[in-house]
Antibody
Framework: QVQLQESGPGLVKPSETLSLTCTVS????????WSWIRQPPGKGLEWIGY???????NYNPSLKSRVTISIDTSKNQFSLRLSSVTAADTAVYYC??????????????????WGKGTTVTVSS | SSELTQDPAVSVALGQTVRITCQGD??????ASWYQQKPGQAPVLVIY???NRPSGIPDRFSGSSSGNTASLTITGAQAEDEADYYC????????????FGTGTKVTVL
């Protein structure tokens, strides 16, 4: 059974770069897409971006200038870097596996495996 | 538009049926996926594609789509169904590749 685990610093200073890693266990990362999602305290879910095993990426336009997602298939890991952080970036950060396809006349995309999440606080 | 709109909150009596809707232009091309989130926990996928449930999700959860609206129905709601529910969709036509709905808090009375 595939499991995801986020790791990284729980505290980041303003203007610095937030770096998180998601380790995939129980299966290969060399397939599917891999996403980062965050949730500020008391608020809803926000999609940050995803990466395919090929290295192709797609980002939330509101974060695109500050986000980089990378993948290391040899380690079965993918990573998030978010630069120039502010207090507004304080959130629980989740990683998730994405799957996609087509059924009848519509396409589908869903995230079927999620990590437990890691809390990142931006504060001096 | 790249937004997905949900009602902020709904309530349902124990054992009754509740439907949660999600509206957005992207839903004309993509099926929504639905996620249940309980306090302090990661989201859990409950419905994907046309009307598919992952293993372990009770069959009281079902999904449907029509035009720009996706719906999640809980038939015979149980106390453990009280949670926040989010829809999600890709958007290949707009500038926003992927978006979550605003979320619906379901209270079971």
């Amino acid at each position: 059974q595939v499991q995801l685990q986020e790791s990284g610093p729980g505290l980041v200073k303003p203007s610095e770069t937030l770096s998180l890693t998601c380790t995939v266990s129980g299966g290969s990362i060399s397939s599917y897409s891999w996403s980062w999602i965050r949730q500020p305290p008391g608020k809803g879910l926000e999609w940050i971006g995803y990466i395919y095993y090929s290295g192709s990426t797609n980002y939330n336009p509101s974060l695109k200038s500050r986000v980089t997602i990378s993948i290391d298939t040899s380690k079965n890991q993918f990573s998030l870097r978010l630069s120039s952080v502010t207090a507004a970036d304080t959130a629980v950060y989740y990683c998730a596996r994405g799957r996609e396809g087509q059924q009848l006349v519509r396409y589908y995309y869903y995230m079927d495996v999620w990590g437990k999440g890691t809390t990142v606080t931006v504060s001096s | 538009s790249s937004e997905l709109t949900q009602d902020p909150a709904v309530s349902v009596a124990l054992g009754q049926t509740v439907r949660i809707t999600c509206q957005g232009d992207s839903l004309r091309s993509y099926y929504a996926s639905w996620y249940q989130q309980k306090p302090g926990q990661a989201p859990v996928l409950v419905i994907y594609a046309k009307n598919n449930r992952p293993s372990g999700i009770p069959d009281r959860f079902s999904g449907s789509s029509s035009g720009n609206t996706a719906s999640l129905t809980i038939t015979g709601a149980q106390a453990e169904d009280e949670a926040d529910y989010y829809c999600n969709s890709r958007d290949s036509s707009g500038n926003h590749p992927n978006v979550f709905g605003t979320g619906t808090k379901v209270t079971v009375l």
